[in-house]
C-alpha cells in the first residue's frame, strides 16, 4: 500500500528553472517529457527527505521500544503456539 503525500490532482503550474542546455538538448532529442520527468523526481526527493525527517525525530523512540522488547519481549509472546 502506498500513501500518497501529495495532491496528485492538484493542478499544474508554470515553473521557470534554469536547466544545462546540453542536458536539455539530449532529453528533447530523446523525447523526455520534462515536466512529468522532474514532477516524479520532485515526489522522490520530498519523500525521501520527508523519511530522513521522521527517522530523525522517531531514532530515540524506536530505540526505546527496541530496548523494551529486548528486556521484556514483544506483545503477543504469550499467546504463541511455536
Known sequence: ???????HDAPKQTAHVSINSDLL???KAEK??????VEKL???AIRDK????????S?????????FVEKNGCFGDALRCF
Open 59 to 67: 531514532c530515540d523512540a524506536i530505540e526505546e521500544y527496541r530496548q
Open 25 to 27: 538538448r539530449q532529453a
Open 50 to 57: 520527508k523519511r530522513q525527517e521522521w527517522l530523525d525525530n
Open 1 to 7: 500500500m502506498t500513501v500518497s503525500f501529495y495532491n
Open 32 to 37: 523526455i517529457n520534462l515536466s512529468q520527468t
Open 42 to 44: 520532485l515526489a522522490t
